[in-house]
C-alpha cells in the first residue's frame, strides 16, 4: 500500500473515532433539585460526571465515548458533603426510573437502542428524546406515585417513590426468576399492569420488549427531561407519547431493559466529577498517528 494513502487512512480512523460521540443533555423542569446519576456498562470509560446537582430549570450536557452503553436516572433529597459522600431520599437504590441506553458508535448499522424502564420502580417522571425530533420519543409523563399502590408506596412528595412488586415482594413471578425466567413464563401482573396503564412506553417487567425498547439511527445526541410537565418538548411532536409504535426490539435481562453485563446500583455516587476516557484515547490515537507517518515519510526518503 502507498505510504501516503496508509497515513490518509490512520487520519481518517482517528477523524470518525472522535466524531461518533453521542451528547446527553439533562433538563429539570421539576419543582424541587434532582440529582442525576449515571452508571457505565462494565468495560465502558465512564462519562465526564457520574453525578452532579441540577436545580429547577436548569440544564447540563455531557459527552459520551463511541459505543458507550448505560444507564442514567435522577435522585431525589439528596445531602452531600464535602467530601461528596451523602445521601439521598430517592434513587440510591430502587424504587427509581431507569433511562437505559446501548449506542451504536458505528456498529450494527449504526443503530441506537434505548428505553425506559419502570422495572426497578419509579420515583420520577421522564422523557427521553432523540435524533433532534428524528427518533421515537418515550418515557413516563404521569407521576405515577399519584397512582401507586399502598403496599408499594413509600416516602411523601417531593421524596415519594412507588416500588416495583418484585422489590416489595421478592416473588420469582413479579422478578421474572426462577422458573419465570423467560418471555413464556413470566407474564405481565396486576402490580405492572398497573405502570403500563398509566406509562405505555416504558418497561413495566422484564419481559416488556414489544412496546419498551426503541432504536435509532446514528441519532448523535439525546434529551432525558425530568418531570416534563405531562407533555414531550416541541422537539419531538412528531411521535408523541400517547401513541406507541411497536419498535425493534433487543436482549434483555430480568430486572429491566436492555442486557446491560452490571446489573447493580451504586450505593452513593458523589456529586463530582470522573476525568473522561475520551480525550486519553484521541491523545494517544493523534500520538500513533504523528508517529506512523513520521517513520513512514522516513522510509519515503530513505
Not at 418515550?138 to 406515585?145: E, F, I, P, Q, R
Not at 418484585?166 to 419465570?180: I, V
Not at 405492572?192 to 448523535?220: L, Q, R
Request: overall charge negative; proline content about 7%.
Amino acid at each position: 500500500m502507498n505510504p501516503s494513502i496508509f497515513v490518509l487512512l490512520l487520519i481518517s480512523t482517528f477523524f470518525s473515532i472522535s466524531l461518533s460521540t453521542t451528547t446527553f443533555t439533562f433538563i429539570n423542569k421539576c419543582h424541587f433539585t434532582v440529582w442525576p446519576a449515571i452508571l457505565s456498562n462494565a468495560g465502558h470509560p465512564p462519562l465526564s460526571s457520574t453525578g452532579f446537582e441540577l436545580p429547577t430549570d436548569a440544564s447540563r450536557s455531557l459527552q459520551s465515548p463511541p459505543n458507550w452503553s448505560g444507564r442514567l436516572w435522577a435522585r431525589t433529597g439528596c445531602v452531600f458533603h464535602n467530601s461528596n459522600n451523602g445521601s439521598c431520599a430517592t434513587g440510591e437504590t430502587p424504587p427509581a426510573t431507569l433511562a437505559e441506553f446501548s449506542l451504536a458508535g458505528g456498529e450494527r448499522n449504526n443503530i441506537d437502542f434505548y428505553d425506559v424502564s419502570l422495572v426497578d420502580g419509579f420515583n420520577l417522571a421522564m422523557v427521553v428524546e432523540g435524533g433532534k425530533g428524528r427518533c421515537a420519543a418515550t418515557g413516563c409523563v404521569v407521576d405515577l406515585n399519584q397512582r401507586c399502590p399502598a403496599e408499594l408506596r413509600i416516602g411523601q412528595g417531593e421524596t415519594a417513590a412507588c416500588r416495583s412488586a418484585c422489590d416489595a415482594f421478592r416473588r420469582p413471578e413479579y422478578c421474572c426468576s426462577g422458573e419465570f425466567a423467560s418471555p413464556a413464563a413470566c407474564r405481565p401482573t396486576a402490580y405492572s399492569e398497573v405502570f403500563k396503564a398509566a406509562c405505555p412506553k416504558s418497561y413495566s417487567y422484564a419481559f416488556d420488549d414489544s412496546t419498551s425498547t426503541f432504536t435509532c439511527a446514528d441519532a448523535g445526541e439525546f434529551t432525558v427531561t425530568f418531570c416534563p410537565e405531562g407533555t414531550p418538548s416541541q422537539k419531538s411532536s412528531s411521535d408523541p407519547l400517547t401513541s406507541p409504535k411497536v419498535p425493534v426490539t433487543s436482549p434483555t435481562a430480568p430486572g429491566g431493559g436492555l442486557m446491560l453485563e452490571n446489573d447493580y446500583w451504586l450505593a452513593s455516587l458523589t456529586s463530582g466529577s470522573l476525568t473522561t476516557q475520551k480525550s486519553v484515547v484521541i491523545s494517544t490515537l493523534l500520538l500513533f498517528i504523528v508517529l506512523c507517518s513520521a517513520s513512514l515519510l522516513s522510509l519515503i526518503k530513505v
